[in-house]
Each structure stands twice: as C-alpha cells, then as structure tokens.
C-alpha cells in the first residue's frame, strides 16, 4: 500500500484577540471519522512495513487532527528515529509540541527542521510562528522571507508577515501581504479578517466591511470578526448597525474585549 508524506499539519494561524495573531499554529480537528479510519490504515501499513518513517509521520499527523496529541509526538518521534534526516517529521512535531504549550521543545525541532533539509519552507514557516508568538520578530521576519522564497505560491507565510507588519504598526505592507495571501488563497477567512482590521486603522471603512464580511462568511464563528465588523460600523458613525457586531461577537465569546469596548463606548450595554 502506498503511503502519502504527511504535510505540516498547519501554518497558517488566526488573527488572536486585538489583531496580533499570537496564537499558536492551528491544526484543524476533524470530527468526520476519517482520520480514525485512516489511523487504522496506517497502523496496518505499520505492522507491515515497520521501518517505513513516512507511515508514522503520516499516522501522527492523523493522530494531531482529531486531537491525540501524546500519540501524534509518539509517531514523530519514531519518524525521526527511523529517519534524522525526515525535516516533515521535525516540523509535524514540533507544531504538535506548541499544541500542548512545550514551545522551547518545538523551537528545537524547527531548528533540527531546517538542519535536515534548509529548503523545507514549513519548517521555516513554523519557527517563524514560534517566533512572532515570542514577539522575536527580528527572526520570525527572516524566516518567513525565506518561507516565500521556497514557496512562493503559498499564502501562509504572505498571511504571518503581514500579522508582523501590522503589529509594528506598518498597516500598508500588512495590507500588502494580507492581498497576495488573498490572491494565493481566497477561501481562507483569517487574512480578510486581518486585512480589515488595517483598513479600519488607515481609514478605508467600506473596504474594511468588505473584508469582515467576507471573512465571516467563511467562517462565523470568529468573535474577532464580528467585533472588527462593529468597530468599522461605529467608525463611519452607524451606532445600530455597531451594536449588532460587537453584540453578535459577545455571544460567540463573552470575553471578547473589543467588543465590549465598542459597546461601552458608544453607550450600549453587552
């Protein structure tokens, strides 16, 4: 049976609370079953061809999406055993380690990452949102430009880089960056979202809403996204239609601080 090498299990992160998007790398969970069924067909792989590092690189990547984080490691870390020089398995690792809050353990495997291959953009990748998280952004800058050199069709590493630009203050490049990662990848919520916050900052409110709108039409249940789409609404002076968002953020997360912010400042209660 042929075996698939597992991709890095995710790159691309959401805005965080206030747009600086310090939160760690995602790995989406899937609840359909189909990972579960994969695992069992990997473990056979396994069982058949026990030296096979790309079987346990891809089971553990398997095992990370629904959540199974201990054995996802275990999986790695056999990987890496069978093959030191499997930089996927090194970097699948690492962001399950930033998944259960072990990120000196994660930077060292981005560092093992590139040594084994210094052309495997997502370990640059990666580290450079290890590195932004740790607001070292010296760094997370550095990697994330060589990131787009190596893969420069991919929109994730547009995305981080224009979280930096815009946590510096920098809003036209982030806007910049936030539109190739569009371009590169127009279904993804988080760069709409992050865009719009910039336009708020410079003053382009309909583009702004634009954006808000877009996103949340991805995804709706991103409390930022409401209470950005409020403070552009609140910004052009329309006080019902900024209650709504930033009302519509509190339901998602009654600790959105934004949007209670919003809502104290034009007079609403939450």
């Given at each position: 049976m042929m075996v698939v090498a597992a991709t890095l299990l995710a790159g691309c992160e959401t805005v965080s609370r206030g747009g600086a998007g310090a939160?760690?790398?995602?790995?989406?969970?899937?609840?359909?079953?189909?990972?579960?069924?994969?695992?069992?067909?990997?473990?056979?792989?396994?069982?058949?061809?026990?030296?096979?590092?790309?079987?346990?690189?891809?089971?553990?990547?398997?095992?990370?999406?629904?959540?199974?984080f201990s054995d996802a490691i275990g999986d790695f870390t056999k990987a890496v055993e069978i093959n030191p020089g499997l930089a996927a398995a090194y970097t699948n690792r690492a962001l399950a380690l930033r998944q259960t809050g072990r990120n000196d353990q994660a930077l060292v495997d981005f560092n093992r990452a590139v040594q084994a291959d210094p052309n495997y953009g997502p370990a640059y990748l990666g580290r450079a949102n290890l590195y932004r998280a740790q607001n070292s952004f010296n760094e997370a800058f550095a990697d994330l430009s060589q990131a787009i050199r190596l893969s420069p069709e991919?929109?994730?590493?547009?995305?981080?880089?224009?979280?930096?630009?815009?946590?510096?203050?920098?809003?036209?490049?982030?806007?910049?960056?936030?539109?190739?990662?569009?371009?590169?990848?127009?279904?993804?919520?988080?760069?709409?979202?992050?865009?719009?916050?910039?336009?708020?900052?410079t003053g382009k409110l309909d583009q702004a809403i634009e954006d808000f709108n877009a996103g949340l039409n991805v995804d709706n249940r991103s409390a930022d996204g409401w209470a950005g789409l409020g403070l552009a609404w609140e910004r052009k002076g329309d006080r019902a239609k900024a209650q709504e968002n930033y009302q519509r953020a509190l339901t998602i997360d009654q600790g959105n601080a934004a949007a209670r912010a919003g809502l104290q400042r034009i007079g609403a209660r939450a």
């Open positions: 939160g760690v790398a995602e790995i989406t969970e899937d609840r359909s079953g189909a990972q579960q069924t994969n695992i069992s067909s990997l473990t056979e792989v396994i069982k058949a061809s026990p030296n096979d590092a790309n079987a346990y690189n891809t089971r553990g990547a398997a095992y990370a999406r629904i959540g199974r991919s929109a994730q590493p547009y995305h981080a880089r224009g979280l930096i630009y815009q946590r510096q203050g920098q809003h036209p490049q982030a806007i910049n960056d936030f539109d190739a990662a569009i371009d590169r990848d127009p279904f993804a919520a988080a760069p709409y979202l992050a865009r719009g916050q910039s336009l708020v900052v």
